[in-house]
């Protein structure tokens, strides 16, 4: 899947592997404008390995999105998809899951990047 001129990481493998559960989280928790970003994530992750700069700038935000990260902040649309979910739904456990997962394989591909120039703090 992935058409990249290095070896996928860890996290290309994860994206590959449940790349349709994200695109489902991402549509529920922040509507069409994040399942559109996810799937330009993707078609960075399928054509480069770096995950510095943008492309980890933006697997950070997924993890914030699927981790809830901003659902108490009424400036930003994700608090109103929050809203109009049931707390005791089964996708809010697998997003869960989705977001643990996600955390760790970005983690343990950053360990096998080496940090470029000021972009480091990106695969923390």
């Known amino acids: 899947m992935f058409d990249i001129p290095t070896r996928p990481t860890c996290l290309h493998?994860?994206?590959?592997?449940n790349a349709e559960a994200l695109q489902n989280a991402a549509?529920?928790?922040?509507?069409?404008?994040?399942?559109?970003?996810?799937?330009?994530?993707?078609?960075?992750?399928?054509?480069?390995s770096s995950l510095h700069g943008r492309a980890g700038r933006d697997v950070s935000a997924l993890h914030d999105l699927l981790s809830l990260a901003h659902v108490h902040d009424p400036s930003r649309p994700e608090a109103s998809y929050h809203a109009a979910l049931d707390p005791a739904s089964p996708h809010i456990e697998e997003i869960c899951l989705l977001a643990d997962q996600l955390r760790q394989a970005f983690e343990e591909a950053c360990i096998d990047q080496s940090p470029r120039g000021d972009h480091e703090d990106e695969c923390k």
Do not use: A, I, Y
Not at 13 to 17: C, S
Not at 27 to 48: D, H, I, Y
């Open 13 to 17: 493998h994860f994206v590959e592997e």
């Open 27 to 48: 549509l529920l928790l922040g509507g069409r404008p994040w399942l559109k970003r996810v799937q330009s994530l993707f078609e960075m992750l399928w054509s480069e």
